[in-house]
């Protein structure tokens, strides 16, 4: 899946810069955005094939972008997975009902990632970290 675009969304700068670094280590092709306001701005030139979306962000959560894109027929195609550091009983469910494909709690699993990753981007169905 080399090549493929994602665009990453998250207003840690540490998070922001270890998610990128292992995926462009694998490949892909990444751009990131702090919030979503610039996720959107992104977005009018840039489609990627998959988001990671940090569900705590500033302004507009990532629950609220997420709904926001899958109703857009421009961007309901591309895939989301929820990232998130304070996993509670139900955010999962919360995170797909918002139209999520995946859900990945924080700190990310840098080894892990690239597998989930290259499985949702194979079709292989909705994906977790453990």
């Given amino acids: 899946m080399a ?3 994602i665009l990453i969304v998250d207003d840690n700068p540490t998070n922001l810069k270890l998610a990128r670094v292992v995926l462009a280590a694998e490949g ?3 751009r990131v955005a702090v919030d ?3 996720a959107l ?3 009018d030139g840039f489609h990627p094939r998959l988001i990671l979306m940090d569900l705590q962000l500033p302004g507009m959560d990532g629950l609220t972008l997420t709904r926001l894109l899958k109703g857009d027929p421009a961007t309901s195609d591309v895939a989301i997975l929820a990232l998130t550091a304070y996993a509670m009983k139900g955010d999962e ?3 797909r009902q918002a139209g999520c494909d995946g859900y990945i709690t924080k700190p990310i699993d840098t080894r892990g990632l690239p597998a989930v990753i290259a499985g949702v981007l ?3 169905g909705r994906a977790s970290s453990p």
């Fill in 122 to 124: 194979a079709g292989q």
């Fill in 3 to 5: 090549g493929e675009p």
């Fill in 41 to 43: 701005a992104m977005l």
């Fill in 36 to 38: 979503a306001e610039e």
């Fill in 28 to 30: 892909y092709e990444v």
């Fill in 93 to 95: 469910e919360k995170a």
